[in-house]
Nanobody, 121 residues
Framework: QVELGESGGDLVQPGGSLRLSCAASESIYSIKAMGWYRQAPGKQRELVATIASGRSPKYADSVKGRFTISRDNARNTVALQMNSLIPEDTAVYYC???????????????WGQGTQVTVSS
């Protein structure tokens, strides 16, 4: 069972834009927060952005002013609008959600399988 699925990764030139989307499966009953992480080759997975109901979005310093996270609570989806992309943004981007699956009975972190973003000329 896959609880989260990402889409939108692609090859883009520096300065270009890309929009990533993540959708929760029907097994997820409720979501407290959603976010995006990324992992570049040879590096640790790092937080990109998070958003929770009633709270301001949070961003890594490296993407602040260039990326925008948004969430559709009714649809349990989250998007990441990425503008002014630079080669350092190249990574696999992972969607995450702190969510309740009824059969589990408590909120836990769930992860998508990732989508590749490559910024290169």
């Amino acid at each position: 069972q896959v609880e989260l699925g990402e889409s939108g990764g692609d090859l883009v030139q520096p300065g270009g834009s890309l929009r990533l989307s993540c959708a929760a499966s029907e097994s997820i009953y409720s979501i407290k927060a959603m976010g995006w992480y990324r992992q570049a080759p040879g590096k640790q997975r790092e937080l990109v952005a998070t958003i929770a109901s009633g709270r301001s979005p949070k961003y890594a310093d490296s993407v602040k002013g260039r990326f925008t996270i948004s969430r559709d609570n009714a649809r349990n989806t989250v998007a990441l609008q990425m503008n002014s992309l630079i080669p350092e943004d190249t990574a696999v981007y992972y969607c995450t959600a702190n969510a309740l699956v009824l059969r589990v009975g408590e909120y836990r972190d769930y992860w998508g399988q990732g989508t590749q973003v490559t910024v290169s000329s």
